[in-house]
Antibody, heavy 122, light 107 residues
Framework: EVQLVESGGGLVQPGRSLRLSCTASGFTFGDYAMSWVRQAPGKGLEWVGF??????????EYAASVKGRFTISRDDSKSIAYLQMNSLKTEDTAVYYC?????????????WGQGTLVTVSS | DIQMTQSPSSVSASVGDRVTITCRASQGISSWLAWYQQKPGKAPKLLIYAASSLQSGVPSRFSGSGSGTDFTLTISSLQPEDFATYYCQQANSFPRTFGGGTKVEIK
């Protein structure tokens, strides 16, 4: 059974950093791209970014709202994807979901974690 | 970036009703479109991908259609468990973008 478990969320002050982890199981992690999607309280879904599998270069893509501040990485040996968030703003407050697509690099997300809440506030 | 516009933003319907939600892309995306269902406090669930392909395990009362810029999600006979918020999402290019959501409420 595919499982994605996010961790690392919490309360952080504006301007500070936080790193989220997504621990995967039930599939060959290295064979899939991984993505992050967030949802501000009471709002819709916002795509955050994506990291390709090593087969496709392991490169990344980001939303304009986080580009230059957030970095996605992966450790295939541990089956973990990371979201490093720097220079956090109050508008980054959201539940952050880790997702996997139907197939490698697919933009159709059929597996989601339970989400982890990040609150940016002084 | 491709903008995704859903309508309506909310709809009130009764069990058994046929419900249609539309999604318009700001530029052509061929059939690179997904639909998700989200219930309060839960992660979204993939319903439809490639505009009209039903994800495994999703009831056949859900269907999707369209290509290019205009897409539709139809629930043929609304069931109590279908009351939720629905989102479209384009998978044609980066950044991926979602529609604003359509809340299906009980009439």
């Amino acid at each position: 059974e595919v499982q994605l478990v996010e961790s690392g969320g919490g309360l952080v002050q504006p301007g500070r950093s936080l790193r989220l982890s997504c621990t995967a199981s039930g599939f060959t992690f290295g064979d899939y791209a991984m993505s992050w999607v967030r949802q501000a309280p009471g709002k819709g879904l916002e795509w955050v970014g994506f990291i390709r599998s090593k087969a496709y270069g392991g490169t990344t893509e980001y939303a304009a709202s986080v580009k230059g501040r957030f970095t996605i990485s992966r450790d295939d040996s541990k089956s973990i994807a990371y979201l490093q968030m720097n220079s956090l703003k109050t508008e980054d407050t959201a539940v952050y979901y880790c997702t996997r697509g139907l197939y490698d690099s697919s933009g159709y997300y059929n597996y989601w974690g339970q989400g982890t809440l990040v609150t940016v506030s002084s | 970036d491709i903008q995704m516009t859903q309508s309506p933003s909310s709809v009130s319907a009764s069990v058994g009703d046929r419900v249609t939600i539309t999604c318009r892309a700001s530029q052509g995306i061929s059939s690179w479109l997904a639909w998700y269902q989200q219930k309060p406090g839960k992660a979204p669930k993939l319903l439809i991908y490639a505009a009209s392909s039903l994800q495994s395990g999703v009831p056949s009362r859900f269907s999707g259609s369209g290509s290019g810029t205009d897409f539709t999600l139809t629930i043929s006979s609304l069931q109590p468990e279908d009351f939720a918020t629905y989102y479209c999402q384009q998978a044609n290019s980066f950044p991926r973008t979602f529609g604003g959501g359509t809340k299906v409420e009980i009439k």
